[in-house]
């Protein structure tokens, strides 16, 4: 029984033995986790208080460069004050001075003034003195002469004016000649002037090629198509527009051969938009031809409206508009007569509105008085005539009419814009530049009268204008004075006599400019 319960208090003892280690031993963790704790604790919070005091210096640094950085803009801002009110009582020095040198200037006039005053009235007094003397001695010797002569004053002043009138008339008789002649030399400077800035105003272009177009191609292999197998395709070609076709070993080129200018535009056209095509036959030369030919028919008579707009007139016939049209493709020694048309009508109406008569029919009758040039070849005639027919059939003006019939004399002239229009026609047709010259050659002209006048030290730029007959010359102002630019132009006019060939003459101008620039602030 004693055995029994013996072993039943040993477990329990036991078990109570061993509790109480375990406790034992959880304690003493716990208590040295509590320390390990504690101790990762201190760490921290020494840790975190030094990372305040740095955070703390690091702002301190930053208010001390902030406050020093406010402190510097400020006494920036302070001395840039300063030196604009140094600046501004300088300023007011100097104005003080410049007002005190005016006021002591305004009382040195003053005094002049009054001075000159002083002078004028005691001038004022001697002259009245003088005239009283003057007067009485007048008539004393009135008196005398009457005494000596035995006439009254009435009657020496009748015989006087008699004497004066006779002498009067002689002298008047005398400038009126001189008058006479005078006005007579203004009058023919005055229109050779007006012609001259007529001209000036209304230069066309000058001359044109009469005879042959070059037509680009993109390769020689084109030249082949051209001429088709046999030949065949160039002379279909030939047949159809009236032009040669020359195909030769110039590089990259065709050259249309004709003296019609009109077919010569039909048959480049057509070539250029058969070689765009690369069908290039017979059947298709016939058909591109027909239809460029129609097409420029139709351009025809936009060319006659536009030129008409051009010139300011309106209210043309549709057959006088294509006849303007066709002068785009005519030319008449080498000047295209659109051009020359346009250029007369303005001359025309220039020279019109200079002697106070009708520019607006003046420029029609001078665009309009070489129509008749442009009518069938089957019709004959001088075109004159023609054109003076073709303007009664379409409803022009009897001025105008008159006007271009009688620019040759082939019938009497009835109105002063018929003389004008012979007059600008001539004037057209004979300025330098304006025919039998090529463009090539009237090019080369004024490119080497550049150069003659670019030769000269002190040259900066040239200009040729007024179709060759002037050349303004851009000199350096530095370089060049008033008095070396007046020699400057007479050595440049003497040098182009020497080495240029030249229609008329050439106005050489030099310019000179001088810019001065200052600015306020």
Not at 15 to 26: C, E, H, N, T
Not at 175 to 201: G, H, M, P, S
Not at 343 to 357: P, S
Request: proline share 2%; glycine share 6%.
């Amino acid at each position: 029984m004693e055995l029994s319960l013996t072993v039943p208090l040993l477990l329990v003892a036991s078990g109570l033995a061993g509790l109480a280690a375990g406790w034992f031993v959880m304690a003493r963790a716990t208590k040295v986790k509590v320390l390990a704790a504690k101790e990762q604790s201190a760490r921290i919070i020494a840790d975190a208080e030094k990372e305040a005091d740095t955070l703390k210096r690091e702002k301190l640094l930053e208010v001390k460069d902030e406050w020093y950085q406010k402190k510097k803009d400020f006494d920036n801002d302070v001395q840039s004050k300063k030196n604009k009110l140094q600046a501004q009582e300088k300023a007011l020095e100097v104005r003080e001075e410049n007002i005190d040198r005016k006021v002591e200037l305004l009382g040195k006039k003053e005094r002049e003034q009054v001075h000159l005053k002083r002078s004028i009235d005691e001038g004022m007094k001697a002259l009245e003195t003088r005239q009283t003397d003057l007067d009485r001695l007048i008539r004393e010797e009135n008196d005398r002469l009457e005494r000596l002569s035995g006439l009254s004053r009435d009657e020496a002043k009748r015989q006087l004016i008699e004497n004066l009138t006779n002498e009067a008339r002689s002298e008047a008789a005398l400038q009126l000649k001189e008058i006479r002649d005078t006005a007579r030399d203004e009058a023919k400077r005055e229109a050779q002037k007006l012609i001259v800035q007529a001209i000036q105003r209304t230069a066309a272009d000058h001359s044109v090629e009469t005879t042959v177009s070059v037509l680009n191609i993109q390769s020689d292999e084109m030249k082949g198509r051209i001429i088709g197998r046999e030949g065949r395709n160039i002379r279909a070609f030939e047949a159809a527009t009236g032009v040669d076709v020359i195909v030769d070993d110039t590089p990259e080129a065709v050259i249309l051969s004709a003296f019609d200018p009109f077919r010569r535009e039909v048959a480049r056209v057509a070539l250029e938009r058969l070689i765009a095509d690369g069908r290039i036959h017979p059947a298709r030369i016939e058909e591109v031809v027909e239809k460029v030919r129609a097409e420029l028919d139709e351009e025809v008579l936009k060319v006659g409206e536009n030129t008409m707009l051009e010139v300011g007139l309106h209210g043309a016939h549709k057959e006088i508009l294509r006849l303007v049209g066709k002068m785009k493709y005519r030319s008449s020694y080498g000047q295209n007569m659109l051009q020359h048309s346009i250029e007369v009508a303005f001359l025309t109406g220039a020279l019109a509105a200079e002697l106070r008569l009708d520019a607006v029919m003046a420029k029609r009758a001078g665009l309009l008085h070489d129509v008749g040039k442009c009518v069938d070849k089957s019709i004959e005639g001088p075109h004159a005539l023609l054109g003076y027919e073709i303007a009664k059939k379409y409803g022009e003006h009897p001025v105008v009419a008159n006007a271009i019939g009688s620019h040759h004399e082939d019938i009497p002239m009835e109105s002063p814009i018929a003389a004008l229009v012979q007059a600008a026609d001539a004037i057209s047709g004979a300025r330098p530049g304006a025919r039998r010259e090529s463009v090539e050659g009237y090019v080369k002209r004024l490119e080497k009268l550049e150069e003659l006048a670019q030769s000269f030290r002190g040259v900066s730029k040239t200009y040729a204008i007024q179709a060759g007959r002037e050349v303004r010359v851009v000199v350096e102002q530095d370089r060049v004075d008033d008095v070396h630019a007046d020699q400057l132009a007479h050595d440049i006019s003497r040098k182009i006599q020497e080495e240029m060939e030249y229609p008329g003459q050439i106005k050489v101008t030099v310019i000179r400019e001088y810019r001065s620039v200052a600015y306020a602030k």
